[in-house]
């Protein structure tokens, strides 16, 4: 009895041992030749259920595939992989990627009805059995379109790894397109050379956790602006617990323009307040030795510096402005310079009435028309709150004094004893004081006007006195 039971464990075992050889050489034979691979793969993509068609070429499941094309279809977007190939290797527990190619991969953002539900296990990162470590990948072409906008080709270059996290360099390069499709002035070619390090990293027991990392290494792009070569500079580090920067450098023919930027480390990124009080730093450079080369209706030189400190939710901003002999059509600066300081409580969330800006006592000088000008301001808005703006200006003899506040009070003070540094066309002495209050729509007016020796090309007025009083609609 005991003997037959023996008998029949070694013929159970013999059997589950031919069995498992035999999967495994079928599974061999399917994953190591080609025709095997073709049977095996549209199969296993169909027990998956994933959106996804291709055209197999040739190339097995065990070291590596050629594929015709490859498309893949989701609500919101659709993919094609033309003439892709990849080659690979198994080290349990990971796989090495060291060669993917693709000739062009169009992506085609699709519209959604509203009624559609949005399913954000579609975004999600596959959480992969075992490691992928991708070597080098590259995209001949790759196209984005969104409807019937068609954007420039860009080509890839990219290594990663993948596995609980995605990590890795990206490196696009982009040659001679026509950057009108951006609404740019840009004519001639476009090249730019990016590279970017990223990381993203996936807790394992809480998905909603991600922990990401982007930096920018100095990259370059060169174009033509106006007829004048621009080229721009540019680097960057972001992560959110950690001290970000942006340093962008612009060069177009004799001007330049240099950011640098800062922000503190965000502990929490999901709270919104954290990033709106997170401390800030941003300075810049404006050099622009012919302002012609920019925009060719200025003419002139302009530079200036400055920064925004503070934080995002309550911004300081100082700046300081210079220019030699500035035109634009009919205005014509000989010497400007210019200091603002500025600070403002932004509301959130935005549609909260909390705001206030303020300029502190600011001030502007120049040379106008041969005459010296001279302007100070100082402002108060707030939402909450009465608000003033009061504004001071000099041009030679000339004077200018307004006060604006709320509720609504616009008073004004005008002496101007020699009119034609204001006007070249008209001379004369003009003087008026007064104020306006009350509603927009009927407001009420205290004013007086005086004139003397007014002259208009051939028109002369030898005096003038005019008084008004009381609302609008009783005049």
Known sequence: MYVMQLKLIITSIKTLVTSVLLLLFTALLL??????????????????????????????????????????????????????SAEWQLDWPQITISNLQAQQVHLQLLPMDSATPRNPSQWQIPQLPLGVHLQ?????????????????????QLTADWQQALSGELQLQTQEFDPSIWNAKLSGKLDADLRLQFRSQRNRENHNEVGWQ??????????????????????????????????????????????????????DVKDAQAWLNAPLQLTW??????????????????????QLSGSIRDPVLQAQLQSELLRYGQWDLQKLHSDLQLQARL?????????????????LTAQ???????????????????????LKSTLANNQLSVVLQQPFVLSWQLKAPELTHLWPDWQGQVFSQGNISGSLRDPLINAELEAKQLRYQQQTLSALKVSVQGKLSQH
């Open 31 to 84: 994953t190591t030749t080609e025709s095997g691979s073709r049977w095996l793969l549209p199969r296993a993509l169909a027990l998956g259920a994933w959106p996804i068609q291709l055209q197999y070429h040739s190339g097995t499941l065990w070291t590596g595939l050629r594929l015709q094309q490859v498309q893949l279809t989701y609500p919101r977007w659709a993919l094609q992989i033309d003439q892709v």
């Open 136 to 156: 080098q990948a590259k995209i001949e072409k790759f196209i984005l379109q969104q409807a019937e906008q068609v954007y420039p080709p860009i080509a890839l």
């Open 214 to 267: 982007l930096r920018l290494l100095p990259s370059e792009i060169r174009g033509i602006w106006q007829q004048s070569p621009v080229m721009a500079n540019f680097s960057a580090d972001w992560q959110p617990q950690q001290s970000s920067h942006l340093d962008v450098k612009i060069l177009l023919a004799d001007n330049q323009l240099q950011f640098n930027g800062s922000i503190a480390a965000v502990e």
């Open 285 to 306: 450079q404006l050099h622009a030795e012919h302002l012609n080369q920019v925009l060719p209706e200025l003419q002139g030189q302009l530079h200036a510096n400055g």
């Open 347 to 363: 509301p959130w969330p935005l549609m909260r009435d909390d705001w206030q800006i303020k300029i502190l006592p600011s001030e």
């Open 368 to 390: 106008w028309r041969g005459q010296p000008l001279k302007m100070n301001v100082e402002a108060l808005i707030d939402a909450q709150q009465a608000s003033q703006l009061l």
